[in-house]
């Protein structure tokens, strides 16, 4: 009897295929890790079977606060902490702080109208429909949706109940809407503000690129953001939050009360390991503007768009001092226009290292106290680096073949 066919050689695995694979597992890993935290009651329910207070529950509150018609009294610390315990139900030692611009109640006021266990459910789904769309439509295959689904930043992002997938998906939006649809771009990037530190480059990005009618309608929106904000919650909610705002940034950026080891920023980097905050922020300028600088040559560049993208929405994490775990989510977007490139031109041998090791840094997090997460950035950056010098390359290489 013949075994010839025995030795034939199996047929090569598609790299969608192999993407797909990974993700699934990594997705069900994180659903096993999800039941197991419940199940011993250290998320969601306490073991006395109350809920447990998470970052979300600075939403509620703050949204409570101002259905019930009193927003500006989400920037006291004393009276909103009071209302996170009403919240859950029970004390609890740490603060939340509600540190949003108020255009932001809008979003939170909606969720706090039911129960906070309800509330963060309902918050995590509608957020993660919208960043799912924003991977599916990057990659432009279904494998989007797993890709999103399995990015390790999701599971701090559901732990935490926090808005890592607003902020993706609205980033997402813009990038992907931005040629065909540059309207339906800016309203996206405008709605960004309510986390305006993530769009610091985009100017830069927009201006090189000579996109006017984004920029117009992202600061268009920006601006009916906070009209609508000011005629629903009033002056005193603004004079508020600009009151709290330099009380924030001196308890978290120069106290550290909130733990620099936590921030995943260059800024968090240097005050984790002991330099002072003079230095770090001149660590950071330098960070922020090398990026700013990078993503202006870029984007006028003759790169594809998808590099330009990415290389974009990687810099808005660089150029931060104010970046945490959960916000890490945005990086899913960079990574996903380079797995749509890998999938059209062929993973490149340093993708097959790197991204591995992002998710391994990424999912290390809880383990290694120090910026795991702005590892995983610079990883990503380095590879969209590569990935730039392999499709420039491309074209000139074939020219010579010629």
């Not at 329910?45 to 500006?72: C, E, K, M, T, Y």
């Not at 702080?97 to 939170?108: N, Q």
């Not at 080891?261 to 240097?270: E, H, I, Y």
């Not at 390991?273 to 700013?292: C, K, Y």
């Amino acid at each position: 009897m013949s075994t010839q066919h025995l030795s034939l050689p199996a047929p090569p695995i598609s790299p969608t295929r192999l993407i797909a694979v990974l993700c699934v597992s990594l997705s069900l890993a994180y659903l096993v890790i999800l039941g197991g935290a419940v199940l011993s009651g250290q998320w969601l329910i306490d073991p006395q079977g109350r809920p447990i207070a998470s970052d979300f529950v600075n939403v509620w509150a703050a949204g409570r606060l101002a259905a019930d018609g009193h927003p500006a009294l989400a920037y006291d610390w004393i009276v909103h902490k009071s209302m996170e315990v009403r919240a859950v139900g029970h004390a609890f030692d740490n603060y939340y702080g509600w540190h949003y611009l108020p255009t932001f109640l809008f979003a939170a006021s909606a969720v706090a109208t039911v129960p906070i266990l309800p509330a963060m459910a309902l918050w995590l789904t509608a957020t993660f429909a919208a960043y799912l769309a924003a991977a599916r439509a990057i990659i432009g295959e279904r494998v989007g949706y797993l890709v999103a689904l399995g990015f390790p930043a999701t599971l701090w992002n559901v732990i935490a109940g926090q808005n890592g997938f607003l902020t993706a998906a609205l980033i997402g939006g813009t990038l992907t809407l931005l040629e065909r649809m540059p309207v339906a771009a800016g309203i996206c990037l405008g709605l960004l503000s309510y986390k305006p530190h993530f769009g610091l480059l985009f100017p830069v990005a927009l201006i090189a690129g000579r996109h006017w009618r984004a920029t117009i309608a992202a600061v268009a929106t920006a601006v009916v953001m906070v009209a609508a904000s000011w005629l629903a919650f009033g002056t005193g909610t603004w004079l508020a939050f600009f009151a709290a705002t330099p009380k924030m940034t001196q308890a978290v950026l120069g106290d550290g009360l909130a733990d620099f080891a936590r921030l995943q920023s260059l800024f968090g980097l240097v005050r984790a390991h002991g330099g002072n905050e003079i230095f770090a922020w001149v660590v950071q300028a330098i960070g922020s503007l090398a990026s700013a600088a990078a993503i202006f040559f870029v984007w006028r560049s003759r790169a594809p768009f998808a590099l330009k993208a990415a290389a974009l929405a990687c810099a808005a994490l660089i150029a931060t001092p104010y970046l945490y775990i959960y916000d890490l989510v945005v990086l899913a977007i960079p990574v996903a226009y380079l797995l749509r490139l890998g999938v059209a031109q062929g993973i490149t041998r340093a993708e097959v290292i790197g991204l591995p090791v992002v998710t391994a840094l990424l999912l290390s997090y809880p383990y290694l106290k120090t910026q795991v997460g702005l590892a995983a950035v610079l990883v990503v950056a380095a590879l969209i680096a590569l990935r730039m010098n392999f499709t420039t390359r491309q074209p000139n290489e074939m020219q010579g073949a010629g």
